[in-house]
């Protein structure tokens, strides 16, 4: 009896194996189903990130932008196409002209994320900083910008992520957390404002036609002058 016991016993062991085993990468040939993506992609240029989108560059794990998106689901997939068809996304102007970027040497100048905050693809643009911080500016599409568009940051962030910093949720490491009205380039804007306790730069939220946009930086240095020559928009490659 135990002879048969130890029989079966490995016989199932042989057959979780196999299955485990039978899984095939689902992206690229190089990874396996338990192991997350690499959806990260840095550029130099904006031009280099553009033709990314449609292109087969590889990421430094193999990946594909267009080769991840049956693993990585609708909302990638939605965004991923829109950038290739448009063949353009929105970028941060400083009164009318592309922002700066910081062009230091191991850094890249956009980085495409494509499973970040809220669970969204987001694009992050590193400008130059006159004091040498790390500062981004971060543009994601509204899941539903036709709605979503006529709310604020805040009402938008309860939605997608009821359980994340919040005006009504202060964490333990955040300051304080508000709503602010911000004067922009072109129009003003109620932004979501968190401010941390051990980090000089705040997270400042606000919402642009069909875009959910993230600035963050110490509002010392980026103040209410350098909001008010900031906009947004496309530009040609």
């Not at 400008?127 to 500016?137: A, K, L």
């Not at 004067?183 to 606000?206: H, P, Q, W």
Request: net charge negative; hydrophobic share 35%.
């Amino acid at each position: 009896m135990k002879r048969l016991l130890s029989i079966l016993i490995v016989l199932l062991l042989c057959i979780s194996a196999f299955w485990g085993c039978s899984d095939q990468s689902l992206v690229n040939g190089n990874e396996n189903a338990e192991d997350p993506p690499n959806t990260t992609f840095d550029f130099d240029s904006y031009e280099e990130m553009i033709n990314a989108f449609s292109s087969k560059k590889q990421n430094s794990e193999g990946y594909t932008i267009q080769g991840l998106k049956r693993l990585m689901g609708e909302t990638y997939a939605h965004f991923v196409d829109k950038v290739k068809s448009d063949k353009s996304f929105p970028h941060p102007m400083l009164e009318g002209d592309p922002i700066t970027y910081r062009n230091e040497e191991g850094f890249s100048n956009i980085t495409f994320l494509g499973n970040e905050l809220y669970n969204l693809p987001w694009i992050w643009y590193f400008p130059t900083v006159s004091t040498g911080e790390n500062f981004y500016i971060a543009i994601t599409y509204l899941p539903d910008g036709e709605r979503q568009r006529n709310m604020t940051a805040s009402e938008v962030i309860k939605e997608l992520s009821p359980n994340s910093a919040n005006i009504d949720n202060l964490g333990k490491q955040h300051e304080n957390i508000c709503n602010r009205q911000i004067a922009l380039g072109d129009r003003e804007v109620t932004a979501l404002v968190i401010e941390y306790k051990e980090d000089t730069r705040d997270s400042i939220f606000f919402v642009y036609e069909d875009l959910l946009v993230m600035v963050r930086c110490n509002s010392d240095v980026w103040s209410d002058q350098w909001f008010s020559t900031l906009s947004f928009d496309t530009i040609s490659k």
